[in-house]
């Protein structure tokens, strides 16, 4: 690859588009040699990607379906109220803005809608598993707001609602995030709810991570306790890479606007073609079946990983990942996820409760079935793909990394031999 780069460099304007391809087909020869097993990582289905044309990438869009800003906009106008549509079917929402270009601009939308600068809000911190834009100071809901963090229990890695209930009380926050990006358990919203009742808070409930799971029914949602949900389209949902917010009907033209014009501006129509699409499928009963296999794999990958001596954060999962203490190995978490790229397993590195490291050097690895699922993957697959990891990890040398490297792509090529081929099969075989 490095030297691809450096014979790109030397290329005239008039090859810009050649240089181009070559590394697009890089990027696609990547993708079908390696197991992908990061949590966040999934794969658009045939049907997705043929939604997002590129001629809907020519239409200028500004401001809220019949209220645009410019002519031409009936086709945008109508993708935007099917999203829409589909979105408050699917997760039982009296109002979607289907807008926002990630979930974190989800999460700085909500945060705008309900809050004024300096205000308080809660949020799991990062170190416990909380996503960098509600559980910390770098985000800029961080600079914006007062964000007091609350943890995990120490012993046993888990949330304790009685702790967040008493820095509720002694904070007073206006909001309440709620939400992970690597808590490997399942949350109390009935016990959130009523903490947030009792501080007089807005309880936001970011499901970015687990909002596939959530519409297919998988796991329980929050649809009947939060004041607004938040969700990525991309991760277990399957889609393209934007957001949503999905609130009560009170708080929908404070979330409107905070979107459009507060915090970012036009939309993307191809991408919001692709997230229509994207919930169309997840109403579907084929993509409720793909996210209880999801579900089925996570945890047949963490009893795997356990059952080789591999130290799991609560000891095992509920949801679509899984995060490996990694201490008694003496590796940290960038090392990890470096070693197993090498032979070809993809996941990241990832800071566990009370991490003793800094976040770009954390104890832990995450790991995740959402893609893997979408390719055809089943338990079987997972027990391999445990086995390799353990190795890989346990073991040291070029020698290791060379036979893994072997074994993936055995098993890889079980499943296909390209992307293309991958999204248009195994996934229409879920489907």
């Known amino acids: ?33 390696t197991i992908n097993l990061i949590a966040a990582a999934n794969q658009l289905s045939p049907a997705v990607s043929a939604a997002m044309h590129p001629a809907l990438e020519s239409i200028h869009c500004e401001g809220y379906p019949g209220r645009r800003y410019h002519e ?31 979930g974190t601009m989800a999460n700085l939308g909500a945060a705008v809608a309900v809050l004024e600068p300096g205000d308080t809000l809660l949020g799991l ?35 304790d609602y ?40 807005v309880l936001i409930a970011d499901i970015s991570q687990s909002a596939g799971l959530v519409a297919g029914g998988a796991i329980p949602g929050p ?23 999905l609130a009560k009907e009170r708080y929908a033209k404070a979330v409107d606007r905070a979107i459009y014009p507060i915090c970012q501006g036009g939309t993307n129509v191809r991408v919001l073609a692709g ?33 080789r001596g591999l130290d ?20 940290t978490g960038d090392t990890a996820a470096r070693r197993l790229a090498t032979a070809g397993i993809l996941s990241n590195g990832n800071q566990i409760p ?33 086995e390799l990891i353990a190795q890989v990890l346990t073991e040291e040398g070029p020698r290791v990394v060379d036979e893994v490297r072997l074994r993936v792509a055995e098993i890889r090529c079980a499943f296909g031999r390209s992307a293309d081929e991958l999204s248009g099969v195994a996934v229409e075989g879920l489907l």
Request: charged share 25%; proline share 4%; net charge neutral.
């Open 125 to 159: 911190e990062t170190a416990s598993g909380g996503h960098y834009s509600t559980g910390g100071s770098l985000h800029l809901i961080g600079r914006m707001f007062r964000v007091v963090p609350y943890q995990v229990a120490a012993d046993t890695g888990e949330l």
């Open 354 to 386: 009370n991490d003793p490291n800094p976040p770009r050097r954390p104890s832990g690895l995450r790991l995740g079935t959402p893609a893997v699922t979408s390719l055809g993957m089943t338990p079987t697959e997972m027990a391999r793909i445990a």
């Open 312 to 331: 799991l954060v609560t000891g095992g999962t509920q949801n679509h990942a899984c995060l490996i203490d990694l201490r008694r190995l003496g590796l």
């Open 275 to 307: 997230v229509a699409a994207a919930l169309g499928e997840a109403l579907t009963e084929g993509f409720r079946a793909y996210t209880r296999r999801v579900l089925e794999n996570s945890r047949s990958l963490a009893d795997e990983l356990a059952f």
């Open 72 to 102: 031409g906009q009936e086709v945008a106008d109508a993708l935007e109220r099917l999203a829409i549509e589909r979105a408050r079917r699917l997760f039982g929402a009296e109002h979607a803005n289907v807008q926002p270009y990630r």
């Open 1 to 33: 690859m490095g030297e691809s780069l450096a014979a790109i460099e030397t290329l005239s304007e008039s090859d810009v588009d050649a240089a181009t391809a070559r590394l697009i087909d890089a990027e696609l020869a990547r993708q079908s040699s």
């Open 162 to 201: 009685d702790a967040i209930a008493a820095i509720a009380r002694a904070e007073r926050p206006r909001a309440i995030f709620c939400g992970d990006t690597s808590y490997p358990r399942l949350w109390d919203y009935a016990a959130l709810r009523a903490i947030a009742d009792a501080s007089g808070a």
């Open 223 to 245: 649809a009947a306790h939060a004041d607004i949900m938040t969700a990525a389209t991309y991760k277990t949902l399957r889609g393209p890479r934007a957001g949503l917010i």
